[in-house]
């Protein structure tokens, strides 16, 4: 039961305090003239107040309402390392079991967890916030938080408005060390043949920062041997850049003296790669229709850089034609075939014939030129079935079709083999057959017989016979067209047919762009799902292991969406690197930025948290220093922690049940005290 004073004037107030006033001014000025009396003047003016004011005693019966108290535990990325999780769940079991007697106390727990897709870091504050978004702030008594001090929303308004003791309680040990490779920047695109930069910095936190780290890389899921890097200090690393699109780079650094985690030893950066001009060296012989077809097609292309060469004539040969009338610039064959072959990226043959104008030490250059990873296309006509056969040079080598002598002169439409069907080269081309429906192009009247003997042939001509065949010869590639009648395509020819698809794709082929690999495994991450890419020419595809950035791995089987084209997903719940391989070939993709804050610094730490539970009359412990600490409740305004000890805040928060008056002045006490002191006042003024 509490009691307290209540007022319920019968008049409104306003006309009290002038009653008041009134009496007062009369009751001065009377003891100003000094006359008799006065002071019982004074008193019964003062009680004639008061029973106007109508003073009532309130007694209310109260119910106490408990202090609410936020249990706030990190379950965020950083706490996953070591043994930091158990340690806080361990810790938040305790408190939570000595809080369970105490009626005062209402406990609300939570936990942090980081989104697995976004790079929020440890949202600590927001649980706390949300733990007590409904609290009256009379009855929030504290704030508990169990981590390991990596948190990212402290500066935020939402930490300052905790108007409660804020008390931390930090998960791991002092002076923890780790080793964290840092992406300071890295180029997204670079010109093909050049180098990209990429910034990195290796940090040995806890640690003496002089000294090296070894930097191992891979480009592509190939090996592209290591650095050695000062610690401490940004270093710029130069990756080559070997062939357009994606260039795929893997930065890993080797673990340090002291490893907390080596997640944050890792790192991917995609460059994209862009050819300047593609060099192409065009050497037609005889004049004929598709000539001119090769010529526009190139030229057209503005990111092509076209040399073509015509040979007209022998260098033997002898006829009248003045000299004024012949071409003005010799053939420079030593220049293009020994000097420069090699700035060349493709070399094509169209309809050449051998007529002893390049010596055959040149022919050998251009096979050397091939081994060594350059790229050869021929398109051939009836001078390849003929003696004078480019095939009868040093370029037999490197030529995966040999022709039979044969030139069938038959019309016929060009189709897709089998393997043509699944070759991205050619799958999916405009108008190309599918199941037994035949393609829709224009036909051809002219096809070299050749027997294929290495690569794969991806079109048939006449008679089923090869008309495009590829190869790998080295490290370099080589496609022979086998017919001369492109042209009829290009020219619209019963309708013609995809040519300048089929030779742009031809031309990156020979160029190694890796989405034209007849065999190869990608993985790329969208909207939550990780999408995993096979292209094999095989009648199946191996299933494929997937390793998430924790190393959890699972077995994802292919399904096969087109011949040659298999496809697999998977959600992408976590942030980092995402490993694929099928034993044979591998992928890698990352989800998140290069630098997560999850894994930006995953040492515990109390000075992050420290301003926070200062301003709040809160505290830091540390669970290695002295376990869980005592929980004691203390006033407002008293000290909230200690030594061994947190303390929470006794609100004395409670709820009215019911709520009594009584007058404090019956109306006959009323009436008396005004009478008996009117009374008294004209009593003393008679004296």
């Known amino acids: 039961m509490h009691l307290s004073i209540d007022f319920a004037p019968h008049i409104a107030p306003l006309w009290i305090g002038l009653i008041a006033g009134v009496a007062a001014v009369l009751v001065a000025y009377a003891l100003w003239r000094g006359a008799r009396g006065a002071l019982a003047r004074a008193l019964a003016f003062a009680a004639i107040c008061l029973v106007l004011a109508n003073p009532l005693i309130v007694s209310e019966l109260r119910e106490p309402l408990p202090d609410i108290v936020a249990l706030v535990v990190d379950h965020s990325g950083s706490m996953a390392i070591d043994h930091r999780r158990g340690e806080a769940d361990a810790a938040a079991n305790e408190i939570a079991r000595r809080l369970a007697g105490d009626k005062s106390i209402e406990l609300r727990r939570a936990e942090v967890i980081s989104p697995p897709t976004e790079d929020s870091g440890t949202q600590l504050f927001a649980s706390v916030a949300s733990a007590l978004a409904d609290a009256p702030p009379n009855r929030i008594a504290g704030a508990i938080a169990i981590t390991d001090g990596e948190v990212?929303?402290?500066?935020?308004?939402?930490?300052?408005?905790?108007?409660?003791?804020?008390?931390?309680?930090?998960?791991g040990e002092h002076d923890e060390k780790d080793r964290k490779l840092t992406i300071v920047s890295a180029a997204r695109y670079a010109i093909v043949g050049q180098s990209a930069d990429i910034v990195v910095r290796v940090d040995d936190y806890g640690t003496n920062p002089s000294g090296y780290a070894q930097v191992n890389l891979r480009v592509g899921?190939?090996?592209?041997?290591?650095?050695?890097?000062?610690?401490?200090?940004?270093?710029?690393?130069?990756?080559?850049?070997?062939?357009?699109?994606?260039?795929?780079?893997?930065?890993?650094?080797?673990?340090?003296?002291?490893?907390?985690t080596l997640a944050n030893n890792r790192a991917v950066v995609t460059i994209y790669g862009v050819r300047d001009r593609l060099h192409v060296l065009l050497i037609s012989g005889e004049p004929n229709a598709g000539e001119r077809v090769w010529r526009s097609l190139l030229k057209a292309d503005p990111s092509v850089e076209l040399v073509h060469f015509t040979i007209l004539r022998p260098p033997d040969k002898q006829d009248s034609t003045p000299i004024d009338q012949l071409s003005l610039i010799a053939f420079p064959t030593r220049e293009l075939f020994v000097e420069k072959l090699d700035n060349f990226d493709l070399v094509i043959f169209d309809r050449y014939s051998e007529l002893g104008i390049l010596p055959m030490a040149y022919f050998e250059n251009i096979a050397r030129y091939v081994e060594n990873g350059g790229a050869l296309l021929v398109s051939s006509g009836p001078e390849f079935a003929s003696p004078q056969s480019i095939f009868r040079t040093p370029l037999a080598s490197v030529l995966p079709a040999p022709p039979t002598g044969d030139v069938v002169e038959k019309p016929f439409k060009p189709a897709l083999t089998p393997t043509g069907e699944a070759h991205p080269v050619t799958r999916g081309l405009q108008g190309a057959n599918e199941g037994t429906k035949p393609a829709g192009w224009g036909r051809w009247f002219r096809t070299i017989g050749a027997n294929t003997v290495a690569g794969e042939t991806l079109m048939s001509g006449?008679?089923?016979?090869?008309?495009?065949?590829?190869?790998?010869?080295?490290?370099?590639?080589?496609?022979?067209?086998?017919?001369?009648?492109?042209?009829?395509?290009?020219?619209?020819?019963?309708g013609g047919g995809p040519e300048a698809e089929l030779l742009r794709r031809l031309a990156h082929w020979l160029m190694k762009e890796p989405e034209l690999d007849d065999e190869r495994l990608t993985a790329a991450i969208a909207n939550g799902?990780?999408?995993?890419?096979?292209?094999?020419?095989?009648?199946?595809?191996k299933p494929v292991t997937l390793t998430w950035p924790t190393g959890r791995k699972?077995?994802?089987?292919?399904t096969q969406v087109q011949p040659g084209l298999w496809r697999a997903g998977a959600r992408a719940d976590?942030?980092?690197?995402?490993?694929?391989?099928d034993g044979t070939l591998s992928a890698v993709t990352a989800s998140g930025p290069l630098n997560p804050k999850e894994t930006a610094d995953v040492r515990a730490t109390g000075a992050i948290l420290q301003p926070i539970a200062?301003?709040?009359?809160?505290?830091?412990?540390?669970?290695?220093?002295?376990?869980?600490?005592?929980?004691?409740?203390?006033?407002?305004?008293?000290?909230?922690?200690?030594?061994?000890?947190?303390?929470?805040?006794?609100?004395?928060?409670?709820?009215?049940?019911?709520?009594?008056?009584?007058?404090?002045?019956?109306?006959?006490?009323?009436?008396?005290?005004?009478?008996?002191?009117?009374?008294?006042?004209?009593?003393?003024?008679?004296?």
């Open 462 to 494: 006449a008679d089923n016979r090869p008309l495009l065949v590829l190869d790998h010869i080295g490290k370099g590639r080589v496609a022979e067209i086998l017919s001369d009648q492109g042209w009829l395509w290009a020219r619209g020819f019963e």
């Open 554 to 558: 699972a077995v994802v089987p292919l």
């Open 529 to 541: 799902r990780i999408e995993i890419e096979r292209q094999t020419l095989a009648a199946t595809a």
């Open 574 to 581: 976590e942030l980092g690197l995402y490993r694929a391989t």
């Open 221 to 260: 899921g190939v090996d592209a041997g290591s650095r050695f890097v000062a610690t401490g200090k940004d270093a710029t690393i130069q990756i080559p850049v070997v062939h357009g699109g994606e260039n795929v780079v893997e930065i890993e650094a080797r673990p340090g003296p002291s490893e907390l």
């Open 152 to 171: 990212h929303d402290a500066g935020t308004a939402g930490a300052a408005a905790l108007r409660a003791p804020f008390h931390a309680l930090i998960v």
């Open 614 to 687: 200062h301003a709040t009359g809160g505290s830091v412990h540390w669970l290695a220093d002295i376990g869980v600490p005592q929980i004691r409740r203390v006033a407002p305004g008293r000290l909230a922690s200690g030594g061994n000890w947190i303390g929470l805040r006794a609100n004395g928060a409670y709820r009215v049940i019911q709520v009594e008056q009584e007058p404090l002045l019956p109306p006959w006490l009323a009436l008396l005290l005004v009478l008996g002191s009117l009374l008294f006042a004209w009593r003393m003024e008679g004296r």
